[in-house]
């Protein structure tokens, strides 16, 4: 018998043999594409730190998103930045907010083709920059007092026709909160994807500008999860799953991959990950010094999050990465 026995590059001799031997597939649906709107712009405003996205108007968002369905992608979901910001935030349960037009139009000119999910959160919507209301002392965020107005987003959100809520302000409790509010108010079938295991992470920096929802003061390492602590993401993940959640969210992705692994392994529910604002303007910066082929790193950075096991992935490369795929 000839030496080795084992001949592993047998399966990777032709590209029809590597194709045949591919363990998993990244199709345009697994792809959802994280959109900004913006109150008050008379045209799109690009966002320097995440080359290629821009704020969109409504009317520059209906097309965007047509273009989105065009290309197969999965859904879409939306991130609101309004005129005017309070301590409260009450721009985000406004029923003529800026995400709840957004979605009118979108649901108007799509009607079901499209997958709307709207992030529910206040840290867009509040002067201080932090993801609810404050409270006294060192723990800046009154947890119970933000899960009230959760509530009201969520409610409002549903009016306006979202597909799906996605909470992503970690505060505990927040599923069971808005779960109760959406089914009270009629929406029994509206979907809960829930950003359960969310970093406290740099890699969101990109976004803060773009979503121009920088906390003021602080951080937010007080309700975002600690990014050595693999066992508290699983408890949390849990939780918001016994409250309700019908899907679950792992953020950033590719820092994270281990926890969407432990997650896909426990739970059978769908598993998204962010792979965040970050993770892309650094692609992008390595690309444009010459550094990286960017179409080839996206497909590997895609398909590495799609192998550690997300169903669905939220980045900013959905478009680009659906038209190669298409
Ligand atoms: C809001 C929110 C953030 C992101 C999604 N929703 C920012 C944050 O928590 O500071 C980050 C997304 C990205 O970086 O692409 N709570």
């Given amino acids: 018998m000839s030496f080795p026995a084992f001949r592993s590059r047998r399966l990777r001799r032709t590209e029809a043999l590597r194709r045949l031997s591919q363990e998993v597939e990244l199709s345009p649906r697994h792809l959802i594409a ?3 709107v913006k109150e008050g712009i008379p045209e799109p405003v690009p966002i320097p730190s995440l ?103 969520a409610a409002s ?14 505060m505990d409790g927040q599923v069971a909160a808005i779960r109760r509010a959406l ?9 809960i994807l829930s950003y359960a295991a969310k970093f ?19 951080h937010r390492r007080a309700y975002q999860l600690a990014p050595a602590n693999l066992r508290a993401a699983l408890r949390r993940v849990e939780e918001e799953l016994a409250e309700g959640a019908d899907a679950v969210m792992v953020k950033p992705a590719l820092p994270y991959l281990d926890v969407v692994r432990a997650v896909r392994e426990r739970w059978q529910v769908p598993v998204a990950a962010y792979c965040v604002s970050g993770e892309y303007a650094m692609l992008h910066a390595a690309a444009q010094r010459g550094w990286l082929d960017l179409e080839s790193a996206m497909m590997e950075v895609l398909l590495a999050i799609r192998r550690a096991g997300a169903d669905w992935i939220l980045t900013y490369f959905a478009k680009d990465a659906a038209w190669l795929l298409r």
């Avoid at 047509?66 to 985000?92: H, Q």
Wanted: glycine share 14%; with cysteine; charged share 25%.
């Fill in 157 to 170: 959100q549903a009016r306006a026709g979202a597909d799906v809520i996605a909470p992503s302000g970690v």
């Fill in 51 to 153: 080359p290629g996205q821009v704020q969109h108007t409504r009317s520059s968002l209906v097309e965007e998103v047509g273009e989105l369905v065009e290309l197969g992608v999965g859904g879409v979901i939306l991130f609101g930045i309004p005129a005017r910001k309070d301590a409260v935030g009450s721009g985000a349960w406004d029923d003529e907010g800026v995400v709840q037009r957004a979605l009118r139009a979108l649901r108007s000119e799509f009607g079901d083709r499209a997958v709307l999910m709207a992030d529910l959160c206040l840290c867009e919507y509040t002067d201080h920059g932090h993801c609810g209301v404050l409270a006294e002392g060192p723990d800046t965020v009154d947890n119970d007092r933000t899960l009230e107005l959760y509530g009201r987003i």
């Fill in 200 to 218: 406290a992470s740099t890699f969101y920096g990109p976004f803060r500008d773009a979503a121009e929802s920088a906390p003021r003061f602080g």
């Fill in 34 to 36: 994280p959109l900004f």
């Fill in 183 to 191: 089914d009270g108010a009629g929406f029994s079938q509206v979907v």
